[in-house]
Each structure stands twice: as C-alpha cells, then as structure tokens.
C-alpha cells in the first residue's frame, strides 16, 4: 500500500514557506524524497532513517517521526526553481530491518509564482 | 555506466503487440525497480530485484506483464499483447545497499510508451 501525500498541490509566491506531508499505514525504516520537474526523471533530495531524524538540503529540509509512521517536507523561501512535484518514497520496516521495496506517494505539485 | 539508461527512449506500438523495455542500471547497484508512470500521474511500483533474490511482482498490473534482470545487471520489461491502457512512461531506477540501508535512487530518463 502507497504512502499518502498532503496536500496534492501548493501554489506560493517566491519567498513563501511550504510543507509536504507523508503518511504510511506501515511501519517504516527510512522515508526518501524526490522531485520531478516536467518531462524529466525523478531527482534525489534526501533520505531519512528511524530514528526521528530531521535533515537539510539548501533551503529543503525534512523530518521523519518513526512512531507516527510520517515524514514532512519543509520548503522555506521557496524559490522558482523548487517548482515540480515532490514524492515521497518509503522502505518498509521488516522486523528491523529494511525490506528493498521503494513505495512512493502520489506526490504533490508545487509551483512557485514570481 | 555513468548513469541508468533506458532503451529505447520512445515505443509506438499497435494494439496486441508484444513490447521490450530496456534497463541498464549503475553498475554495482543491486537493487533495481521498474515504475509506470500515466500522464500527470505518481510513480506506479512494478517489480522490484535484489541481487539473486527473488523478485517482488507485486505490482504488475496482470499476467501481460513480466520482467527479468540477467545476471544482476541488465533488466528487460516485457508487455505482451498491449492495450491502449498501457500507454504511459517505464521508468527504472537503480539503487545501492549499505549496511542495510537502501541509498538513493537513481532514474533513467524513462521509456515513453504509445500504443495505437
């Protein structure tokens, strides 16, 4: 079963902060995100491991609550350039250990308006 | 190679016939996925290969669909007698396995799929 992403689309003006939201019924051992830019393949942004972790990219940064089974994606003073859809993409926790399948979201469009 | 790389980039094909999907991953990486992504849609989990483990086809669609990865290294998705339904874009993607952590993976710029 996929992840679920919240919301599905965001507009915002250069300089406005942003969140993505990632929900799994599953337990997870590690949450990655990407982003897809029109017409092209998915890009890396980060990877989360349990553990609660919260990393940063630039101005990207996200979180990862292993007990609520969810991760977040923070976009602050959003620029044109982060406009394209972010996925989110999840590893299941198999007894501890992390089982190889990549599930992702439905993803969320966002565009960044000058 | 420098990066994952699909075969062929474009495919039009007639309703009924089979179709061949190519996949060369990163050199090295052993886990390798096949999504379906339809037109302004998410990524759709196909099949999933581990090394010498057997795959997870848990989401091929029906029984017109089948992969195989020879020799740990090169993948072909294989669609038989296609419908208009299959059209979309076949992405791979490959990814390395660290200490039990699945890194980053990495995409191919994806086959685009028409059937008429």
């Known amino acids: 079963q996929q992840p679920v992403q919240s919301p599905q689309a965001v507009i915002l003006r250069e300089g406005e902060d942003a969140v993505i939201n990632c929900s799994s019924s599953?337990?997870?051992?590690?949450v990655h995100w990407y982003r897809q830019k029109h017409g092209e393949a998915p890009v890396f942004l980060m990877i989360?491991?349990?553990?609660?972790e919260q990393k940063g990219h630039e101005k990207i940064s996200a979180s990862f609550n292993e007990k609520k089974q969810q991760s977040s994606l923070y976009l602050t003073a959003s620029q044109l350039s982060y406009s394209g859809t972010y996925f989110c993409?999840?590893?299941?926790?198999?007894?501890?250990?992390?089982?190889?399948?990549?599930?992702f979201g439905q993803g969320t469009i966002l565009t960044v308006h000058p | 190679g420098a990066g994952v790389s699909q075969s062929p980039s474009n495919k039009v094909t007639e309703k009924g016939k089979d179709v061949e999907l190519r996949c060369d991953p990163i050199?090295?990486?052993?886990?390798l996925y096949w999504y379906r992504q339809s037109l302004g849609q998410g990524l759709e989990f196909l099949i999933y290969?581990?090394?010498?483990?057997?795959?997870?086809k848990s989401g091929l669609p029906s029984d017109r669909f089948s992969a195989e990865r020879t020799g740990g290294s090169v993948s072909t998705l294989t669609i038989q007698r296609t419908q208009q339904e299959d059209s979309a874009v076949y992405l791979c993607?490959?990814?390395?396995?660290?200490?039990?952590?699945?890194?980053?993976?990495?995409f191919g710029q994806g086959t685009r799929l028409t059937v008429v």
């Open positions: 599953k337990a997870l051992y590690s």
């Open positions: 989360l491991l349990k553990g609660g």
């Open positions: 290969f581990q090394g010498n483990s057997a795959p997870d």
């Open positions: 993409g999840t590893f299941a926790n198999a007894g501890g250990t992390s089982y190889g399948k990549l599930t």
């Open positions: 993607a490959s990814s390395l396995n660290v200490g039990g952590i699945f890194l980053k993976a990495f």
């Open positions: 050199s090295g990486h052993t886990a």
